[in-house]
């Protein structure tokens, strides 16, 4: 049996996107700050890496995507002329560390907030706000690559259009 909107109420409508509130905004200035990002020359990657390292799918999955994710990074920078990445992944250490140095390798500056252990940005932090500020820097980045079917990308995109419609209102408007 379908059930209507009417019937489920608000209880299942999406989540709205996370508001860019004083903490965030702070915090996501400080992430940016921490990794040394410059704006208008980062191109900010999503690679959200749990369906690779999940137990049901091939091990050689997680042994062939670092370099798949590089490859594409390295060819969304130079398509945009970014020089620094922002890695934004909850994969495991040995394949994030894997991505930093391929794209090292490639003449790129990458960071990861996962490499500021000891701040709400680290591995072990459990800070409820780090992933709204990491969102809120990467929709900030001069250029954007995420995972298909993330909600975490989708949210990005999502909030780098909201920016992007604000921006051209205020183009016209003045």
Same mark, same amino acid.
């Given at each position: 049996? @379908? ?14 996107? +996370?508001?860019?509130?004083?903490? /965030? ?5 400080? @992430? ?12 900010? %990657?999503?690679w959200?890496?749990?369906?690779? =390292? =999940? ?13 798949? /994710? ?9 398509? %945009?002329?970014a020089?620094? /990445? @922002?890695? @934004? ?20 500056? +990458? ?7 000891g701040?709400?940005? #680290?591995?072990?932090s459990?800070? %409820?706000?780090? +992933? ?12 954007? %690559? #995420?995972? +298909? ?26």
């Amino acid at each position: 049996m @379908l059930f209507s909107k009417q019937a489920l109420g608000r209880s299942f409508e999406l989540c709205s996107l +996370p508001r860019e509130e004083e903490a /965030v905004l702070r915090m996501a200035d400080e @992430l940016e700050s921490a990794l040394g990002l410059t704006r208008g020359r980062t191109l900010c %990657v999503h690679w959200r890496a749990e369906d690779f =390292h =999940h137990a049901s799918r091939l091990a050689t999955h997680t042994n062939n995507t670092s370099p798949a /994710v590089a490859a594409r990074a390295e060819a969304a920078a130079r398509e %945009v002329g970014a020089r620094q /990445v @922002l890695l @934004l992944t909850n994969a495991r250490h040995e394949a994030w560390r894997d991505l930093l140095g391929r794209l090292a390798s490639s003449g790129l500056r +990458p960071a990861t907030p996962r490499a500021l252990e000891g701040t709400t940005f #680290g591995c072990r932090s459990s800070y %409820v706000y780090a +992933p709204f500020a990491e969102m809120l820097a990467c929709s900030r980045a001069h250029a954007f %690559v #995420g995972t +298909p079917h993330s909600t975490f990308t989708l949210h990005i995109e999502a909030m780098r259009r909201r920016k992007r419609a604000g921006q051209r209102r205020a183009h016209d408007r003045g």
